[in-house]
């Protein structure tokens, strides 16, 4: 839900999302995550450009933990664009990290600027992934890497009416997608190389570890930062999340395709 300050990652969700991710990341798997998802590719250098940047966590990780030589994060809110300038000058990174608002649509790039399109999980409230990739084509370099990974649905069907109420809780305006939509968008916009690796088995594991701290003794700590009524509608969404992540149809997973050149 939106905030009075109109921005659905608004202060006090930024606040709990970090609470139980880790400072700067607004989804699950820090550091760690990232890690996994650049696995063997080397990004010493590179030009990277990280679509929906959220607090900060993944552009810093980028440049730390994995050499990118200049990230530009971009995202549409305000509120997690100065939340990620702050945790970004934290770390003495402001001169290889920039970062800019942007509105929905083509990302304001020339073509060929990077040699990395990056997102976690951040397009899943972009619903038209075939204009997506078709815009991470353009601005790749030949031989450029699209690295991401998002929050999909199993299948391409209705959702089921344990999806839609998750769905309806977040209050995100998630556009989610199957495997199979975000393999035919990249195959069609000229990707080769395209993989798909689910990482369901994995968070159904993480996300019962998470609500069971958000359960426990932090419950308090939160409560007094952000309020028990957000804490407690929050513990509701992720019981609700366990479910879809239970049957399936939630499926977090990780996504990769090459330029040909």
């Given at each position: ?44 250098g590179a030009a990277v450009l990280d679509i929906g940047c959220g607090a900060g966590g993944v552009d810093i990780a980028l440049v730390r933990d994995h050499g990118a030589g200049f990230v530009s994060g971009v995202d549409v809110e305000d509120t997690v664009l100065a ?179």
């Amino acid at each position: 839900m939106a905030h009075e300050d109109g921005d659905l990652y608004h202060a006090a969700l930024i606040a709990l999302l970090e609470g139980v991710w880790g400072d700067g990341f607004l989804s699950p798997g820090g550091p760690a995550e990232i890690a996994r998802l650049v696995a063997d590719h080397d990004l010493s250098g590179a030009a990277v450009l990280d679509i929906g940047c959220g607090a900060g966590g993944v552009d810093i990780a980028l440049v730390r933990d994995h050499g990118a030589g200049f990230v530009s994060g971009v995202d549409v809110e305000d509120t997690v664009l100065a939340h990620a300038r702050m945790r970004i000058a934290e770390a003495g990174l402001s001169d290889r990290i920039g970062l800019a608002k942007v509105a929905p649509g083509p990302l304001p790039f020339p073509p060929q600027s990077f040699d990395v399109v990056f997102s976690k999980d951040s397009i899943v409230h972009i619903p038209d992934k075939h204009a997506l990739m078709a815009d991470a084509w353009r601005l790749l370099k030949p031989g450029g890497w699209f690295i991401a990974s998002d929050w999909l649905i199993g299948h391409d069907d209705t959702p089921s009416p344990e999806m839609a109420a998750y769905i309806a809780a977040e209050g995100l305006d998630f556009g989610m997608a199957s495997a199979g939509r975000y393999r035919d968008a990249l195959a069609k916009a000229g990707f080769v190389e395209v993989t798909t690796q689910s990482r369901n088995d994995w968070y159904r594991v993480t996300a019962r570890q998470e609500l069971a701290r958000m359960r426990g003794p932090w419950r308090e700590t939160a409560a007094a930062a952000v309020g028990p009524d957000f804490v407690d509608h929050n513990i509701d969404i992720w019981e609700r999340m366990i479910v879809v992540l239970d049957k399936g149809e939630h499926c977090p997973t990780h996504i990769r395709g090459r330029k040909p050149g």
